[in-house]
């Protein structure tokens, strides 16, 4: 059975960090790619941020770019999310995801194009 667990959200304040951390289990993705969603309340899911299987492709969303860091163990079935500076208006669910196997030449960001997904971590952030 495949799952992915979210782990390191909470609340902090504006301005704080945390890091989410994704480890998998059931299978291994270390050639696919995998991303981090949020899902703020009365709001569709969003990209947050993708990686390649090398972690040497990433996509940021632009209200993240310069304060959230994506990256990948793959020697560990493990993914992270830095992030820095957080703001009120990143208050939301935040979901790791694996998707296919990584291409040479695009970046899945799409939340329909990833496959298997955790249950989710809450992050709120105060003001």
């Known amino acids: 059975q495949v799952q992915l667990v979210e782990s390191g959200g909470g609340l902090v304040q504006a301005g704080g960090s945390l890091r989410l951390s994704c480890a998998a289990s059931g299978r291994t993705f270390s050639m696919n790619d995998v991303g981090w969603f949020r899902q703020a309340p009365g709001k569709e899911r969003e990209i947050v941020a993708s990686i390649n299987w090398s972690g040497g492709r990433t996509y940021y969303a632009d209200s993240v770019k310069g304060r959230f860091t994506i990256s990948r163990d793959n020697a560990k079935n493990t993914m992270y999310l830095q992030m820095n500076s957080l703001k009120p208006e990143d208050t939301a669910v935040y979901y790791c995801?694996?998707?296919?196997?990584?291409?040479?030449?695009?970046?899945?960001?799409?939340?329909?194009?990833?496959?298997?997904w955790g249950q989710g971590t809450q992050v709120t952030v105060s003001s």
């Open positions: 995801a694996a998707g296919g196997r990584s291409s040479g030449w695009s970046l899945r960001v799409r939340t329909h194009e990833y496959d298997y």
